[in-house]
């Protein structure tokens, strides 16, 4: 069940679809301007982003463990990060 809170900070990751036919996958530092709440959420800075084939990513056993673990890794480093500093 949803308790509807959420932290101060966080980070966002989207896919942007380029005119290559490649993906771009970014990363934005957030602030959540509802407090506690779900949001809504303000853009406070460009993390990282990087460009992958669209076939890696619709077939993500392409992606090696390690590549896959090193995302999951940068994530959460970026978000504790974030927290850390209260930014």
């Not at 957030?30 to 990513?57: C, F, I, M, Q």
């Amino acid at each position: 069940m949803d308790d509807q809170k959420r932290g101060p900070e966080g980070v966002v990751c989207s896919i942007q679809p380029l005119a290559n036919g490649k993906l771009r996958v970014v990363m934005d530092d957030v602030s959540n301007a509802g407090g506690s709440g779900k949001g809504p959420w303000e853009h406070r800075a460009l993390v990282t982003w990087k460009d992958y084939e669209a076939t890696e990513l619709k077939n993500l056993e392409s992606l090696s463990e390690s590549q896959l673990a090193g995302f999951g890794h940068y994530l959460l480093a970026r978000l504790m990060a974030v927290h850390d500093a209260g930014i």
